[in-house]
Structures are given as C-alpha cells and as structure tokens.
C-alpha cells in the first residue's frame, strides 16, 4: 500500500526545565492512501496535540512526521505554507465558514488561494457540491443555512482541492444525530467513491464506527487499535465500546 502518512517515534514536551509536560510519547503509526482513520481517547491524552502536529499547527520535540513523501518536521515557514495549503484538507468543529461569503464563494477560496483558473473553479466545486449533497445551497449564506449544511460546505472546501490528508477535527461535535449521520454517510462516500484519506479525532464512538481502523490514545501513548474488516458498523460500534471500557476513566470524556 501506499503510504500518505508515517508517524515515527514522535514525542512533543511542553513547559520548561521544572515543571515538563509529555504529551505524546515515542507515537509511530502509518496512514495509506484512501485509508479513513479515526483517533479516540480520553481528555487529556494526547489525541488533539497529535492532530495539531500532523497537520502543522504545532511542532514535535522529537521524531518525524511525513506526509505523501514530505518529512513536514523538516520543512521552513514559506515550504510549510505551501505544502500546508497544497497537501492538507482540514474539517474543524466550527465550521470555519466566512459569513459574508456564499458557500459557493467560500469553497472558492481554497481554490483561488491555490492559483487555480476562474475557467475551472466552478466545474470542480459542481462536482464537489453534487458529492456531498449541498449543490441546492451553494447560493445561500452560512447564516441561512442548517448547521449540518456547514459542516457539509466546510467538508467541500477541505477535499475540493484535491488534498494528499484530509484531518477532520471533531466534525460532528456542533451538529444533532441527523445532521452527524448524513455528515459521515458523505464522508464514506467520500473515502469510497474519490479515495479521500481521511484521519479523524473524535470523542464520540458512533462517528468513530464510520472508521475503518481506530487508534486509541491514552496518556500520550497508541494503547490500542481496532480494525473494522468486514465487521457491519454496528458490530464495529460494539468493539469500540469495549476499548473505551478499557480505558478507563470518566466515560463522558470520552463519548
């Protein structure tokens, strides 16, 4: 298989000589191309500090992380801008949608930041749109739209790119039972019909169930990991809860 992602010995310290915090500890892991990988762990374990190394935000101490043949530990401000914005498709909580903008227009930013051609902008957000069922509110505002519409319009702007990873930080977080339902039914879509290679952090093991591998992360440690193989969603589901059991903890940290 290819791989998109490799994480190899990663460690991330924060503080200073008397008071030092490990947050991740001697972390290694692959991702391959076309792969939908969740992450899961109780607070304070780590999981969100790997997300933020893995897509730029934050640094590691120690290790490397690479992505689609790109050692990122090693790149300066200017190459990390731009493999930031060539090879990373990113999914917040938030949405992180503009409000003056139309979705159509917003999903047209990541494009134009990249110095695509007007010429091709509107068939590549066409596609994108039909893909993930919001082609019927590509001319509304964010404010007259629902909040699982977002979510769907910041997903179009994450993968309309083409990006090498697509990290996906609590996406269903904001949205009711519904709205998280049909979000992750376009995320398989996604993952199954364009090979999108999705790595998503969750608390919550009903989205994590979409996965088809889990990675679980307790005290800055992978301390387990389950793969779905030909398990239905609901069997998967079932698996997970036996992990979180195992983990220990308050549960509500973790679903």
Not at 85 to 97: A, K, P, S, T, Y
Request: charged content about 25%; proline content about 2%; aromatic content about 8%.
């Amino acid at each position: 298989m290819n791989n998109i992602l490799k994480v190899e010995k990663i460690e991330k310290y924060y503080g200073n000589k008397e008071s030092v915090t490990k947050a991740i500890d001697n972390i290694s892991f692959n991702v391959d191309k076309g792969e939908f990988v969740g992450i899961m762990g109780p607070s304070g374990s780590g999981k969100t500090t790997l997300l933020n190394c893995i897509s730029t935000i934050d640094t590691v101490t120690t290790g490397d992380i690479i992505i689609n043949n790109n050692n990122i530990t090693k790149l300066k401000s200017k190459k990390l801008e731009e493999f930031r914005r060539n090879e990373l498709g990113f999914i917040f909580q938030d949405f992180n949608l503009l409000d003056t903008l139309t979705a159509r227009e917003n999903i047209a930013l990541a494009l134009t930041i990249q110095g695509r051609k007007p010429s091709e902008i509107n068939g590549l957000i066409d596609k994108v749109a039909s893909n993930l069922d919001i082609t019927g509110v590509l001319n509304k505002y964010p404010y007259q739209m629902s909040g699982g519409q977002k979510q769907r319009v910041a997903s179009a702007r994450a993968i309309v790119t083409n990006p090498s990873l697509i990290l996906a930080d609590e996406p269903t977080g904001a949205l009711d039972s519904k709205s998280s339902r049909l979000l992750l039914e376009c995320f398989e879509k996604l993952n199954e019909d364009l090979q999108a290679t999705i790595l998503m952090v969750t608390h919550d093991a009903f989205t994590a169930s979409y996965a088809h591998r889990i990675l679980f992360i307790k005290d800055g440690k992978v301390f387990n990991e389950l793969i779905r193989g030909s398990d239905s969603r609901k069997e998967f589901f079932k698996r997970i809860i036996e992990v979180v059991t195992l983990l220990g903890g308050d549960s509500n940290d973790v679903f």
